[in-house]
């Protein structure tokens, strides 16, 4: 064993020269999946020229700004100006990933720390229903928000999405780790459960937090559903189900390519900036380091 440990020269801190074939592999694997990254930000800025071009081009020889105009002044030509269908993504996407961290906390510290009859009956729900894709849902999903009243408002594309199986598991598993002589030494203390909650369990699994608002706001930020069968009132759809129908709209083949590579661009982008900013977190949850 030690013989082998001594054979082990990766040092993550520094660089080794027996590395070099690791780094070669993670270069070539993280070229390979940035081609489609920066693909659609040069379609976005490609002309109509370069777009119906054939064969098609990778990267854009003359970048303009023009398919942006062409999407600002399409929009205010409409009776809805963009900016009102961006304050309704990012109000319901905020709203949507404060309620979702919430729920899912409480539910993943219930089903890990606290004792009740049927938790684990719960608990086997709960990874049933990662099984269950929301179009399987869809129309029971329907009568129950129009039963309930909230057709036709903003609540109507906040509630279907805060049911979030994957975020109850991920933080369950994060919380599982977490010592129960440090929750019995904070009852000692007089410590409620709200207060362990809180103040223990809590800072103790940021990394999965972090990693759900990441799941969430994919979740909400490119989702049209909600716009497309729970509402009829086009000034509180949403961007993704404006970015949609763009091309329908348009009515223009040649425009309506232009417009859509600008879509794809701006609901993508604010993955990618959300992702790169928190991407030690998400690499630490993935690592199941809750606990250091």
Request: a positive charge; proline letters at 5%; zero cysteines.
């Amino acid at each position: 064993m030690s013989a082998l440990a001594s054979s082990i020269k990766f040092n993550p801190k520094k660089f080794h020269k027996d590395q070099w074939k690791f780094h070669l592999t993670l270069t070539i694997l993280s070229i390979f999946m940035g081609l489609p990254i920066l693909f659609i930000i040069n379609h976005a800025f490609k002309p109509f020229t370069e777009l119906f071009a054939y064969p098609p081009r990778f990267f854009v020889r003359q970048p303009t700004f023009e398919n942006f105009k062409l999407l600002f002044n399409f929009s205010a030509e409409s009776g809805i100006p963009l900016s009102r269908y961006v304050f309704n993504s990012l109000f319901t996407t905020i709203l949507v990933i404060l309620f979702t961290l919430l729920i899912s906390s409480l539910a993943a510290f219930a089903l890990s720390k606290m004792e009740f009859k049927g938790k684990k009956a719960l608990d086997k729900i709960n990874t049933l229903a990662l099984m269950f894709v929301p179009v399987a849902v869809a129309i029971p999903r329907f009568f129950i928000i129009v039963n309930i009243g909230i057709f036709n408002t903003y609540w109507a594309h906040i509630i279907p999405l805060l049911a979030m199986p994957i975020g109850i598991f991920l933080l369950k598993q994060f919380m599982d780790q977490v010592p129960n002589e440090l929750l019995e030494a904070a009852k000692m203390d007089g410590a409620s459960n709200l207060r362990i909650y809180w103040s223990v369990l809590l800072p103790l699994v940021k990394p999965a937090l972090v990693t759900v608002a990441i799941l969430t706001f994919q979740a909400s930020w490119g989702n049209s559903e909600g716009s497309s069968l729970f509402m009829d009132k086009e000034s509180i759809r949403t961007l993704p189900f404006y970015l949609d129908t763009l091309v329908a709209q348009s009515g223009n083949i040649v425009a309506g390519a232009g417009l859509s590579a600008v879509a794809g661009l701006i609901m993508f982008l604010p993955n990618l900036l959300l992702f790169i900013f928190l991407q030690n977190k998400v690499m630490n949850s993935m690592a199941h380091t809750g606990i250091k």
